[in-house]
């Protein structure tokens, strides 16, 4: 069964210095690999996506994620945070076949500090 | 063009009643999904419905029912309602059912049952 972790349910970081968001996944195949940022009240924007294309994933508002195999990781980062990129983060990985079904880790809740 | 729409986007409820959430996808897209969002945790996947089928389900009980109409908009019932469905119903279209297509979301419906 496909199944992420998302490490951490916390980040803290000041303005300007990197962001990194950690998630690790299962999956018995070949994975489709999304991030997706939720504001408060919002709903769920999708930030990149991994379809086994490149393992580099460059993503909106300068965030990018890398797909490491031996790894099972996809860990998103952002060279230099602003105050707008607080919010909610999921990673997710989508189940195989035709149900459209996604699975969403727990979530990371981004602080940004002036 | 209008994103995904959900209405109403809040809503309260007594145990025991029944709601109906609506949902209608961006044009041309003809698959929709339901996600039950409980507050603290990720999207849980409830229903996908393309060409107005159910395409996949999800682990909830059969109090949960959905359809979906001819112009590709669709309807989540809750029947016999508990204090632990409130949460955020989230509703997602695509062009098609599987995840390769993208999905975009709506800003969901605030259930909240007293």
């Known amino acids: 069964a496909q199944s992420v972790t998302q490490l951490d349910s916390h980040v803290s970081v000041s303005e300007g210095t990197p962001v990194l968001l950690r998630c690790n996944y299962s999956s018995s195949y070949s994975p489709s690999l999304f991030w997706y940022v939720q504001h408060p009240n919002k709903g769920l924007q999708l930030l990149l996506k991994?379809?086994?294309?490149?393992?580099l994933v460059k993503g909106i508002n300068g965030f990018e994620a890398e797909f490491k195999k031996s790894e099972t990781s996809f860990h998103l980062t952002k060279p230099s945070a602003h105050m707008s990129d607080a919010a909610e983060y999921f990673c997710?990985?989508?189940?195989?076949?035709?149900?459209?079904?996604?699975?969403f880790g727990q979530g990371t809740t981004l602080q940004v500090k002036p | 063009d209008a994103g995904v729409t959900q209405s109403p986007t809040h809503l309260i409820k007594t145990r025991g009643q029944q709601v109906t959430l609506r949902c209608s996808p961006i044009?041309?897209?003809?698959?929709v999904s339901w996600y039950q969002q409980v507050l603290g945790q990720g999207p849980q996947f409830i229903f996908q419905y393309y060409e107005k089928e159910e395409r996949g389900r999800g682990n909830f009980p059969d109090r949960f029912s959905a359809r979906q109409f001819p112009n590709y908009s669709s309807e989540l019932n809750v029947n016999a309602l508990l204090l632990g469905d409130s949460a955020l119903y989230l509703c997602?279209?695509?062009?098609?059912?599987?995840?390769?297509?993208?999905?975009?979301f709506g800003s969901g419906t605030r259930l909240t049952v007293v």
């Open positions: 044009s041309g897209h003809k698959s």
């Open positions: 991994y379809t086994s294309a490149a393992t």
């Open positions: 997710v990985v989508s189940e195989p076949g035709n149900t459209g079904k996604l699975i």
């Open positions: 997602a279209s695509s062009l098609g059912p599987r995840d390769t297509y993208g999905y975009t």
